[in-house]
């Protein structure tokens, strides 16, 4: 794997159409978080709709892995999901993940070294803002993988 580069910055307050589920642990995540896009997706469509951005947030914790998904999303209420507020933050840092999401741990676990290395800490819910994500085999997916830290 090639070293991936990664930047700090704030990120921004994002308004989303979502919905969450909770699992037990990371390796119950993938067959999760598709099916809650694609009702995201069928519930704003239904209601005349377009999705924006595709953007899922993991918080864990001892009792399991919290799991946001949803689209940028500016409008009135819509029956079946959820409008949540991610606040803005005020450092984060963060890289881009290439290619499929059978590969994205690689990534994290690179983001996670250059957070220690960078002499901060992980702190609250990771993002991942899936930049292109339309083909099926995910070859060409571009993923932004956001941590929000803290400084001693």
């Known amino acids: 794997?090639?070293?991936?580069?990664?930047?700090?910055?704030?990120?921004?307050?994002?308004?989303?159409?979502?919905?969450?589920?909770?699992?037990?642990?990371?390796?119950?995540?993938?067959?999760?978080?598709?099916?809650?896009?694609?009702?995201?997706?069928?519930?704003?469509?239904?209601?005349?709709?377009?999705?924006?951005?595709?953007?899922?947030?993991?918080?864990?914790?001892?009792?399991?892995?919290?799991?946001?998904?949803?689209?940028?999303?500016?409008?009135?209420?819509?029956?079946?999901?959820?409008?949540?507020?991610?606040?803005?933050?005020?450092s984060a840092f963060s890289t881009t993940h290439l290619g499929t999401m059978s590969t994205i741990d690689d990534s994290w676990s690179a983001l996670n070294t250059a957070i220690a290395e960078g002499g901060a800490t992980a702190v609250g819910a990771c993002r991942e803002v899936y930049l292109r994500s339309e083909s099926e085999d995910q070859a060409d997916w571009i993923t932004e993988l956001q941590q929000p830290i803290a400084r001693s």
Do not use: C, N, W
Not at 28 to 55: H, N, S, Y
Not at 60 to 71: E, L, N, P, S, W
């Open 1 to 90: 794997m090639s070293t991936l580069e990664t930047s700090e910055k704030p990120l921004p307050f994002v308004r989303l159409a979502s919905l969450t589920e909770t699992v037990a642990s990371q390796p119950e995540v993938a067959a999760v978080v598709g099916p809650l896009f694609d009702r995201v997706a069928d519930a704003l469509r239904d209601a005349g709709a377009m999705p924006g951005l595709p953007i899922a947030e993991y918080d864990m914790d001892k009792h399991g892995v919290r799991i946001t998904v949803g689209f940028v999303y500016d409008g009135p209420a819509v029956d079946g999901v959820v409008i949540v507020e991610l606040p803005a933050v005020e």
